[in-house]
Nanobody
Framework: QGQVVESGGGLVQAGGSLRLRCAAS????????MAWFRQAPGKEREFVAA????????YYVDSVKGRFTISRDNAKNTVSLQMNSLKPEDTAVYYC?????????????????WGQGTQVTVSS
């Protein structure tokens, strides 16, 4: 069973940037769809971005398009989320998730493997 561990969260001013990183274990990482979700206090977990096993397809929630970029390095078993032009409404705990479903899902229930989350706080 694979494990995923996030890092890279922190406090940043509005307009700033952060890069989140997800390290995954397991020999079959390169076959997994990977995604980032986020959850703000009092809100449901929200899809942010996902990337296919090959890296050839990426998907984003409308609110982050043009600001966030998801990428992966299968040789290093890592997935990254580059977040630019951050806004206070991006404040949340960000989670990395993995799924064996090839057709990239965007709902949390389709991802059985989750990290512990990393806090991102954007001040105004």
């Amino acid at each position: 069973q694979g494990q995923v561990v996030e890092s890279g969260g922190g406090l940043v001013q509005a307009g700033g940037s952060l890069r989140l990183r997800c390290a995954a274990s397991g020999r079959t990482f390169s076959s997994y769809t990977m995604a980032w979700f986020r959850q703000a206090p009092g809100k449901e977990r929200e899809f942010v971005a996902a990337i296919s096993w090959s890296g050839g397809s990426t998907y984003y929630v409308d609110s982050v398009k043009g600001r966030f970029t998801i990428s992966r390095d299968n040789a290093k078993n890592t997935v990254s989320l580059q977040m630019n032009s951050l806004k206070p409404e991006d404040t949340a705990v960000y989670y990395c998730a993995a799924s064996r479903i090839v057709r990239v899902p965007t709902t949390p229930d389709r991802y059985p493997y989750w990290g512990q989350g990393t806090q991102v706080t954007v001040s105004s």
